[in-house]
């Protein structure tokens, strides 16, 4: 289905989220103190079972001193896991 397709593309942001946070050596709350946003939002957002906003992104790089890129590439190539390129 559509939703299932979408949540499937969530994952890889979601677990690129996860490696950033532990890069930096923070919780899940002190990364939500930093973005200035609640701690459930970070873990709904590294659940990888809800929408990722591109605004929160773009604060969640900002929040650590990152920069994010996206790619995109062939249905038929294996997918590569996104990954956020220090600044």
């Known amino acids: 289905s ?3 397709t979408a949540l499937t593309a969530v994952t890889p942001v979601a677990l690129a989220v996860v ?3 532990e ?4 919780t899940q709350r ?3 103190e930093l973005v200035g946003t609640p701690q459930p939002v970070v873990a709904r957002l590294e659940s990888g079972r809800h929408p990722v906003e591109i605004r929160m992104l773009a604060r969640i790089a900002d ?3 990152e ?3 996206v790619q995109f590439g062939r249905r038929s190539e294996p997918a ?5 390129v220090g600044a």
Do not use: I, K, M, Y
């Open 2 to 4: 559509r939703a299932s």
């Open 19 to 21: 490696a950033l946070r």
């Open 23 to 26: 890069r930096h050596g923070l």
């Open 30 to 32: 002190a990364l939500a």
């Open 63 to 65: 929040a650590v001193g």
């Open 67 to 69: 920069t994010w890129t």
């Open 80 to 84: 590569q896991e996104p990954q956020v």
